[in-house]
C-alpha cells in the first residue's frame, strides 16, 4: 500500500509536471472511485481549472485548483498517479483522467478500487472531514506531541502507530520498520513504553521516513536503494535480522502481517 514516502513522491512528481497547467476536461471512466460527487458533477466543476499546486498529508495527495477547491486523492493499495504523454495510451486500471489543454494528462490508476477521489473546499477541510492526525512528518509534531498522543492507549504500538486519526502516513509497512529502527516489539501496549523508549520511537519515526523519501524509496518499490541496516531489504519470507542475521519472525495483528527480530526488538 502506498505509504506517506510513496506519496510525498508522487506529490513530488506531480508538482512538477502539473503545476501551471490549465485541465481542458475530466474525464471519469469508474465512477465508483469517487466520493461524495457523481462523474457527471466532477467532470462538469474541473473543465477549465487551473492546477495552483500540489499537496501531501499522510497518505493523501491533493491538487489545489483556482476555484472549485482541492482533489482530494488515496491511492488504496496499490494504486498511483501517471502523467501520459501523447499519443500513448493510458495504463491499465486508469479510473479517472485530467486532460490538459497541450494534450498530455493526468491518470489515476488503482487496480484494486480501493483508493478513493473526491473534491474538498480545502486540504484542512479535508482533513478534518476526515478526522485525520497529524502528517507523521509534521514539524509540529514534536516530541512532547508524539508523547500525549501515545499517552493512554493500551493498543499495541504498532496499532497506534497504523491508526491514521493519530498519526497520517504511516502503515503496515513502514510501522514494521520504525519500530525495527527503534528495538521495539510491535505488541508491546503504547502506555508501557518509558519516557526514553518513546523518544527512541518518536525519532526513528522522523529519521526512518526522512531517510526513505531522500532515497526515493516507497513501501514496496525500490527498496534496494534503502540502507542496508533497514529490515525493508529483508521484510520477505525467508528474510533475516539486519542487525544480528536471526530469521525474522511473523506475527498477524488486526488482519497485517507484521515482521520483526525477536532478539532485537523487546517487549521492555
Sequence with gaps: MPELPDVETFKRTVADRCRGRTIDHASVSDAGILEGISAKEFERRLRGEHVRSAHRHGKHLFLELSSVGVVAMHFGTNGFPQIVQEPATDPPYTRLV??????DRFAYVNPRRIGRVSLAQSVNAFIADAALGPDALDPHLDRQAFTRILAGRSRDIKSVLMDQALVAGIGNIYSDEILFQAGLHPGIAADRLSRESATRLFRAVK????????????????IERLPKSFLLRERHAGGHCPKCDAPLATEKRGGRTSYFCRRCQTKE
Excluded: M, N
Aim: hydrophobic share 40%.
Design 98 to 103: 485530467l486532460v490538459f489543454a497541450a494534450g
Design 207 to 222: 529519521k526512518t521516513l526522512e531517510t526513505a523519501v531522500d532515497r526515493g524509496a516507497g513501501s514496496e518499490r525500490d
